[in-house]
T-cell receptor
Framework: GEDVEQSLFLSVREGDSSVINCTYTDSSSTYLYWYKQEPGAGLQLLTYIFSNMDMKQDQRLTVLLNKKDKHLSLRIADTQTGDSAIYFCAESNERNNDMRFGAGTRLTVKP | NAGVTQTPKFQVLKTGQSMTLQCAQDMNHNSMYWYRQDPGMGLRLIYYSASEGTTDKGEVPNGYNVSRLNKREFSLRLESAAPSQTSVYFC????????????FGEGSRLTVL
């Protein structure tokens, strides 16, 4: 099947920028998403980008999409301890009725 | 606004026992999903229901059954639990099937001994 891959761990200092990377294989992906999962909770949508866009900015979050390389990244500026969570990359397209998720990147923010 | 509610939050079963996970959403969404989350593997789709009255297999359906009881409720049943089904189970809903935001419940942690 089509895969979504991301590194499992990232550790940064409070105040630094965090960059979480994701690669996907389905060239027909239409929407790409970033979800955040805090401890003991379900996933919540952080942001998403359409495949015809290169970049989307939303306050401290910047999403970059390189469609040629099928590479998606999430940059969190001025990372805070409250940003510590697992971040999931996901993709969907018009062909399927579901969403495919990466394994999640656990972001740890140290004071 | 409760969103997506799952019960129970925790369950311990012995191999061979059966149980049903319940899920209800109050957002008038048409589509509902059951995922399992395992370490290092992300979320994998078990079953989904694109609309009331329909259900379809996802990536990992073996050992599970589902019922779309009405528009609000979508249950997941394990008829004969196995240790390989130890996982965290998430129910999700969306306005329609296909691309769009998924709204997740808080998860149900199941341990099969």
């Amino acid at each position: 099947g089509e895969d979504v891959e991301q590194s499992l761990f990232l550790s940064v200092r409070e105040g630094d920028s965090s960059v979480i990377n994701c690669t996907y294989t389905d060239s027909s992906s239409t929407y790409l998403y970033w979800y955040k999962q805090e401890p003991g909770a379900g996933l919540q949508l952080l942001t998403y980008i359409f495949s015809n866009m290169d970049m989307k900015q939303d306050q401290r979050l910047t999403v970059l999409l390189n469609k040629k390389d099928k590479h998606l990244s999430l940059r969190i500026a001025d990372t805070q301890t409250g940003d510590s969570a697992i971040y999931f990359c996901a993709e969907s397209n018009e062909r399927n009725n579901d969403m495919r998720f990466g394994a999640g990147t656990r972001l740890t923010v140290k004071p | 606004n409760a969103g997506v509610t799952q019960t129970p939050k925790f369950q311990v079963l012995k191999t061979g026992q059966s149980m049903t996970l319940q899920c209800a959403q109050d957002m008038n969404h048409n589509s509902m999903y059951w995922y399992r989350q395992d370490p290092g593997m992300g979320l994998r789709l078990i079953y989904y229901s694109a609309s009331e009255g329909t259900t379809d297999k996802g990536e990992v359906p073996n050992g599970y059954n589902v019922s779309r009881l009405n528009k609000r409720e979508f249950s997941l049943r394990l008829e004969s639990a196995a240790p390989s089904q130890t996982s965290v189970y998430f129910c999700a809903s969306s306005l329609t099937s296909g691309p769009g935001e998924l709204f997740f419940g808080e998860g149900s942690r199941l341990t099969v001994l």
